[in-house]
């Protein structure tokens, strides 16, 4: 399904430590990526998709600890 690539897509080139940054350039841009990737998850959940994207979204996530 298109919609789940694009949240892979997603996923995949987030920058997970952008909240770490001191430049505000990619705070703004990595903070910008997480909320259209929360969008994207909220959107697919609604449509039947849960088990899909938390799949994907373990996969993808990287863990500060």
């Known amino acids: 399904m298109e919609e789940l690539n694009q949240l892979e897509q997603m996923l995949r080139t987030h920058d997970w ?13 990595g903070s910008e990526q997480r909320t ?5 998850m909220e959107e697919l959940t ?6 899909e ?8 996530h990287k863990s500060l600890f």
């Open 53 to 60: 994207v938390n799949q994907l979204y373990a996969k993808y």
């Open 17 to 29: 430590y952008y909240m770490m940054s001191e430049d505000p350039r990619y705070y703004r841009r």
């Open 36 to 40: 259209a990737i929360n969008q994207k």
């Open 46 to 51: 609604k449509s039947g998709l849960e088990d």
